[in-house]
């Protein structure tokens, strides 16, 4: 079967109308429903399923790191892409006499969250302004210094689609000292992303867009090296690995005696959004099917004709 075939297949949406707002919310692929509905089936056979949780969690984890070009402890799973840009936030501890650096195609929840901490914390939010709705290099190089902690932006924007050059911003930040944030939302599933080849090193990404997931799951990408510098916003039972209790079990378990996960599940400090996460694994499972690669060339194809259209059309 051809690949656009299998892909219509998923998407029973695509028979009545042309959808054209992934932007927004991907329309729901079969497959991510009859996974959601799986879970809801085990529930009503047996409401204790830990260790099939656990496991689809697991399993939904190093798909999201093979995607990405990550390790498996590098990811961490949340409700929203916001959750990873506050542990950057708060881990980084900005000042005053330290800066960080963004743009004005960034998405709200990043305007609101440097803004916000910069007159809270006393350091400088510097905002990079477009030209003709690009975000040239060279004007983020201006805005950087040797007193630039972080560089944070949205890999593509979600106002007019502009995609920036992360491995040149990871060159940048890293030649000053700081580090790369990437609120990668609009880029993954449709577009490649390798975090190793291109350096960054943070990723947020809400799922419900181009990775055809639920809402209200998304990942957070933590290098390795960098996560004993970075702590978790909140503490709960869900970091603990190992639980120590007293003999008889009589009593709370003993914090300082419990293990605890020494990777990106850090993060997970409370329950997760386990329907979700059997959701994105079918979700990844399909980008898999039909290829990264594939899909990534389709995308470009389709932007490069519709573009050639328009301007057929008079319209620039």
């Known amino acids: 079967?051809?690949?656009?075939?299998?892909?219509?297949?998923?998407?029973?949406?695509?028979?009545?109308?042309?959808?054209?707002?992934?932007?927004?919310?991907?329309?729901?692929?079969?497959?991510?429903?009859?996974?959601?509905?799986?879970?809801?089936?085990?529930?009503?056979?047996?409401?204790?399923?830990?260790?099939?949780?656990?496991?689809?969690?697991?399993?939904?984890?190093?798909?999201?790191?093979?995607?990405?070009?990550?390790?498996?402890?590098?990811?961490?799973?949340?409700?929203?892409?916001?959750?990873?840009?506050?542990?950057?936030?708060?881990?980084?501890?900005?000042?005053?006499?330290?800066?960080?650096?963004?743009?004005?195609?960034?998405?709200?929840?990043?305007?609101?969250?440097?803004?916000?901490?910069?007159?809270?914390?006393?350091?400088?939010?510097?905002?990079?302004?477009?030209?003709?709705?690009?975000?040239?290099?060279?004007?983020?190089?201006e805005a950087v210094d040797s007193h630039t902690r972080l560089i944070a932006v949205s890999e593509v924007s979600y106002i007019n689609g502009f995609r920036h050059d992360l491995r040149s911003l990871a060159e940048l930040a890293h030649a000053h000292g700081g580090y790369l944030l990437s609120d990668s939302t609009q880029s993954v599933g449709a577009v490649r992303l390798d975090v190793r080849e291109v350096d960054v090193d943070f990723v947020t990404c809400g799922s419900y867009k181009w990775m055809l997931g639920p809402i209200g799951t998304a990942f957070f990408y933590v290098k390795r090296e960098l996560q004993d510098?970075?702590?978790?916003?909140?503490?709960?039972?869900?970091?603990?690995?190992?639980?120590?209790?007293?003999?008889?079990?009589?009593?709370?378990?003993?914090?300082?005696?419990?293990?605890?996960?020494?990777?990106?599940?850090r993060y997970e400090f409370a329950s997760l959004n386990i329907q979700g996460v059997y959701g994105l694994r079918a979700a990844l499972q399909l980008l898999d099917k039909v290829g990264p690669a594939w899909i990534e060339q389709r995308t470009l194809d389709l932007n490069g004709e519709l573009r050639t259209k328009l301007v057929e059309q008079g319209i620039e």
């Open 1 to 141: 079967m051809p690949r656009s075939d299998l892909v219509r297949d998923e998407f029973p949406t695509l028979e009545k109308i042309a959808y054209l707002n992934t932007a927004f919310c991907s329309p729901v692929a079969m497959s991510v429903y009859k996974a959601s509905q799986l879970f809801l089936d085990q529930r009503v056979a047996s409401p204790d399923g830990m260790r099939a949780w656990d496991e689809t969690t697991e399993e939904t984890r190093g798909l999201v790191a093979r995607l990405i070009g990550a390790e498996a402890g590098e990811i961490a799973f949340a409700t929203s892409a916001a959750m990873g840009t506050n542990v950057v936030a708060e881990g980084l501890s900005l000042g005053p006499g330290d800066n960080m650096v963004f743009d004005d195609l960034a998405y709200p929840t990043d305007t609101l969250l440097w803004q916000r901490r910069a007159s809270e914390r006393g350091f400088e939010a510097r905002t990079v302004r477009n030209v003709d709705g690009a975000i040239p290099l060279e004007a983020m190089a």
């Open 229 to 265: 510098r970075f702590p978790p916003l909140a503490y709960g039972w869900k970091q603990i690995s190992r639980y120590a209790y007293s003999q008889d079990r009589t009593r709370a378990p003993d914090v300082e005696r419990c293990s605890f996960f020494d990777d990106a599940r």
